[in-house]
């Protein structure tokens, strides 16, 4: 285990303790604590969980009395003033895993107070606040940054060295859907999913996948949902969500992506979450499907419902490693240990004098800084926009990118007059 009063060290605070923290969080900093990180550019650096906040502290103070000496002896705040006292703790860095309407002022918080911040996807739900963020984090030399994981799933990374090698040639058509069950709704998340959907939770990363992989102008939005189950048939809670994003490329030519999203597919579903992917391009055509990567597992007396029938052990699974360490890891975990090393590379490789260079060349890096998260998060707004007008007794809005009203404008028909969502340009 390193210490960190022997090496260089990267003092973290968490915003959030759900189920999020606990799959790929709570494996990570575990990690760091009992190995640190090492590279020759910045040498040896420790990552103490140093503090958290959260709204109760009671799976906070759970897993401190659990984890032991596996996990630095980490302070718990809770209640209202949480954040504020996680950070005057001192932190250098802060990880954002609250609910998604909360980002945005746990983030604001953490780069006024000079920390440096991840926040998990969707990074906020409206360009206002995106903009306002970017401006803080630039104003304070401070890291802003997302967690979209599924960027680094093995699949869709090979996704994209197609593409960028032109192998694949000009996309035409997507669609991705993913299922989660009702235990996700009814159950891990019942507290805080009123008035919220279930796009704006996952379809953001397809979103974002879409966006980073082909590149182009997101030009139109469109949505509908189904309602009556987490919620009134007629109220603002979303059982499932579809949603559409057209986009533009230089070459003139159009596309359209279809997302399509639930958390109400039934417990017993033999996958714990159904992701599937197909886009089409000018001279090929590319299928994926998470649950179908040759692994089926039976259990008499467990599966499907306390073990899933088909495993995806990619984003993050525990292991016995042949050498008989036990191990947990994986692409969720691996994009949490990304940020710890850019972060570290701008903080300790090198000169001090150098360090705005490097601070420059990691912003650069546009699958995970707020700057170019730009026309991902527009197609959250539009969506929850859509979807409020929907709840609100007019359905079928479209939302236009960059016309001659504004960057986000909806249209409601039969309505003459449209909405300026954000005035900017998208």
Not at 14 to 39: C, K, N, Q, W
Not at 329 to 338: A, F, N, P, S, T
Request: hydrophobic share 35%; proline share 4%; with cysteine.
């Amino acid at each position: 285990m390193t210490s960190p009063e022997s090496t260089n060290s990267l003092r973290a605070g968490m915003v959030g303790m759900g189920m999020i923290f606990d799959e790929t969080y709570r494996p990570f900093f575990e990690r760091t604590h009992r190995e640190g990180l090492y590279d020759r550019r910045f040498g040896d650096v420790s990552v103490p969980l140093v503090a958290v906040a959260t709204r109760t502290g009671t799976r906070a103070e759970a897993y401190k009395r659990a984890a032991g000496n596996a996990i630095h002896p980490f302070v718990s705040h809770a209640g209202a003033d949480s954040v504020a006292k996680m950070l005057a703790a001192g932190v250098d860095f802060v990880c954002v895993a609250s609910p998604d309407d909360r980002h945005f002022g746990a983030a604001k918080a953490a780069l006024e107070a000079g920390a440096h911040v991840l926040i998990e996807k969707p990074s906020v739900l409206r360009l206002q606040e995106l903009d306002e963020l970017v401006e803080l984090a630039h104003s304070k030399n401070r890291l802003a940054k997302v967690v979209y994981h599924k960027l680094l799933d093995p699949d869709h990374k090979k996704l994209r060295t197609l593409v960028h090698d032109q192998v694949l040639k000009h996309v035409n058509t997507g669609y991705c859907s993913l299922l989660e069950p009702k235990s996700i709704s009814g159950g891990q998340f019942a507290e805080w999913i009123v008035g919220r959907n279930p796009g704006t939770y996952v379809a953001c990363h397809y979103i974002k996948l879409i966006d980073f992989t082909f590149g182009g102008r997101l030009k139109t939005i469109t949505a509908t949902g189904q309602r009556g189950l987490v919620g009134p048939k007629d109220g603002p809670t979303w059982d499932s969500t579809q949603m559409r994003m057209v986009y533009e490329y230089d070459s003139g030519r159009d596309a359209a992506f279809d997302i399509h999203t639930s958390w109400v597919t039934p417990d017993n579903f033999p996958g714990y979450v159904e992701q599937e992917v197909q886009f089409r391009f000018d001279n090929g055509v590319w299928n994926g499907h998470s649950r179908k990567r040759g692994v089926e597992l039976t259990v008499e007396g467990e599966t499907p419902l306390k073990r899933k029938i088909t495993v995806n052990n990619h984003y993050n699974g525990t292991f016995l490693e042949p050498w008989g360490e036990r191990s947990q890891r994986g692409y969720g975990i691996e994009v949490l240990e990304r940020f710890a090393r850019e972060l570290a590379y701008v903080k300790f490789s090198g000169a001090g004098a150098d360090e705005p260079q490097r601070l420059a060349e990691v912003q650069a890096l546009s699958y995970n800084d707020l700057a170019a998260d730009r026309q991902s998060v527009a197609a959250v707004q539009a969506l929850e926009a859509i979807l409020e007008r929907h709840a609100a007794g007019e359905p079928d809005c479209v939302v236009r990118v960059n016309d001659s009203h504004g960057g986000l404008t909806l249209y409601r028909p039969g309505k003459a007059e449209p909405i300026v969502l954000y005035s900017g340009r998208v």
